[in-house]
């Protein structure tokens, strides 16, 4: 497995290279299937977040679904180790789902909570091109700033490999997102799935069929 350390807005010691190396070696023993294991390193220059000013993100890469686990602390070693544990979380659940064949409850259709409608706070992590930019490659992040405006947007783009709603719940829980984008594998309509509360989830769906009649 090939670990990959990117820093953003921060220079990464040889020191912390091996650090990351030692920590993350036994990941391999719960993903043995892994071909990469993206590690990236923020740095949040805002006085005021300085009690997350380091965020540490892992991707685990390779066959089958992306695992990801994020993370913030005051330092880089305490960030690593939050996320660390995130990680291995997912993996050993993707393995005991493996082992058990788990199924989700089958969510039923309903409106997206407020909580979705509420943007999520991304950090301005470096100076970026008044252009549009769309991205063009798998899993890296493309960030353009609307016109004179503040507004930063960050786009990525993914692979859309048509599934079912339960393969989309388990991946949504495996990139610790409370929602996940999908093709369905019996009506190729483009949906969304997503957490309300306790083991409750909602399904979205968008009817391309109208937009291809106009």
């Known amino acids: 497995m090939e670990i990959v350390v990117v820093g953003r807005n921060t220079e990464i010691s040889g020191r912390f290279r091996e650090h990351i190396e030692d ?23 805002n006085p005021r977040l300085a009690d997350r000013a380091e965020r540490m993100e892992l991707t685990l890469r390779g066959k089958g679904p ?47 909570p407020a909580d979705l409608l509420e943007p999520k706070q991304e950090s301005v992590e470096e100076p970026v091109d008044e252009k549009p930019a769309l ?18 947007v960050r786009q990525k783009l993914h692979e859309a490999n048509p599934m079912t709603v339960d393969q989309a719940l388990y991946e949504m829980e495996l ?7 999908f093709i369905d594998e019996e009506t190729k309509q483009p949906c969304v799935v997503y957490h309300r509360h306790g083991w409750t989830y909602g399904v979205l769906r968008l009817d391309t069929t109208v937009a291809a009649e106009d």
């Open 135 to 152: 991205p063009s490659e798998h899993g890296v992040a493309v960030e353009s700033q609307l016109g004179d405006s503040p507004v930063i």
């Open 23 to 45: 920590k993350l070696e036994k990941v391999e023993q719960l993903a043995p299937l892994a071909q990469r294991l993206y590690v990236e390193l923020t740095r949040e220059k």
């Open 175 to 181: 990139v610790g997102h409370p929602f996940f984008l």
């Open 66 to 112: 992306v695992i990801r686990a994020e993370a913030s602390a005051s330092d880089r070693y305490g960030a690593l180790d939050l996320a660390y544990a995130k990680l291995m979380e997912r993996l050993r659940r993707a393995r005991d789902r493996r082992k058990d064949h788990h199924r989700y409850p089958v969510p039923q259709p309903s409106e997206l």
